[in-house]
């Protein structure tokens, strides 16, 4: 059965079944702590989907969705967005579209919220028009009486709450997720060489010396001061290995040495260098796996250093004329 994708904009349906003489190319990106972006390419030399998606002062923000698969019947959309970019050149037309979230981008702010890092998270994910979704199990977060978002859009000052609690963020469809970085599970997937990546040969996979990497921390310091100028100082677990930083912060909005040594935790899991990456492409057979980042994936047969669980922190899924790939890049870290 041969690949299938639509791209449609504001309701009318690019579908390549229907115009193969015009696409050339549909693609998904969707990685973590990043916009996920959706890319449409069309032979266009009269510019006739350049002028439809364009105006003489800019692009209008149309909503995007993507289905990719196999047979007629796509299911859910893989991508949900909007329309944030047009290229063109000589013949071919691009359209790229950026996750919903590209609203909370657009405005810099300056307010005061209050309460803990998730609540206002939640607060500027939902003024937007979206939903979110933190942690099933959130650690306990620190209440914030006035909190300031100095000059700053919706989704920077939620990203740098995100960075202060250890969080992880990516967007789904209306979803804004945030999560605690992700650990080895049980595998969703195998993949194994000369089976089910070897038809693609620009795959790599790479080991760095934990040690020698500024991104590993071997312990992490939070040195502050609490009410009255009393010194305060957090610190996280203790690894084998890397390097020591400390950060240091002027204030600590919860004045006790646990939040500081909680928040020295949460930055040690989401600073650490991963010892092994790697990338891999697969040809799609006549099912589409909807994959997800954080999940677990198994490389086998590729030598005793690299087989082995990774952890996927981004996909891509390609369409071109009758193939469909999806590209995973991949990490995991030694132990300690």
């Known amino acids: 059965m041969n690949p299938h994708a639509i791209f449609e904009i504001d309701g009318l349906a690019w579908d390549s079944w229907k115009h193969t003489r015009l696409i050339s190319r549909v693609s998904v990106e969707l990685p973590t702590n990043e916009a996920a972006q959706a890319t449409l390419e069309v032979f266009d030399e009269n510019f006739v989907l350049v002028n439809k998606y364009s105006q003489a002062e800019g692009v209008p923000l149309a909503t995007i969705r993507v289905w990719m698969g196999f047979g007629p019947q796509l299911g859910e959309p893989v991508f ?12 071919k037309t691009t359209l790229i579209a950026y996750d919903m979230a590209l609203k909370m981008r657009l405005v810099k702010k300056t307010e005061y919220h209050k309460g803990d890092s998730l609540k206002i998270m939640k607060k500027l994910v939902e003024r937007n028009g979206m939903k979110f979704q933190g942690p099933a199990k ?18 920077e000052h939620l990203m740098e709450r995100a960075k202060e609690e250890g969080l992880v963020v990516w967007v789904r469809e209306d979803t804004v997720f945030a999560d605690y970085p992700a650990k080895v599970s049980e595998p969703k997937r195998t993949l194994i060489y000369k089976q089910d990546f070897t038809l693609l040969r620009d795959w790599d996979f790479a080991f760095r010396v934990p040690e020698n990497q500024e991104g590993r921390p071997k312990k992490v310091e939070v040195r502050g001061r609490g009410r009255g100028g009393k010194r305060l100082t957090g610190v996280s677990d203790e690894s084998s290995r890397g390097h020591q930083p400390v950060s240091i912060k002027r204030d600590l ?5 646990k939040a500081a040594s909680r928040r020295a935790q949460a930055q040690k899991e989401l600073e650490r260098e991963h010892a092994f990456t790697g990338t891999t492409n697969r040809i799609m ?16 047969e590729i030598g005793k250093l690299f087989s082995g669980d990774y952890i996927v922190d981004r996909l891509n899924h390609e369409f071109t004329p009758g193939r469909l790939t999806t590209g995973y890049e991949l990490y995991r870290d030694v132990k300690e």
């Open 253 to 257: 909005p919860k004045h006790t040495k």
């Open 80 to 91: 949900k967005g909007v329309l944030a970019r047009v290229q063109i050149g000589q013949a």
């Open 285 to 300: 057979g006549n099912g589409f796996h909807r994959d997800e980042v954080r999940q677990t994936i198994r490389i086998q």
């Open 138 to 155: 959130p650690l306990k977060l620190e209440k914030h009486a006035s909190m300031p978002q100095d000059e700053q859009t919706d989704w």
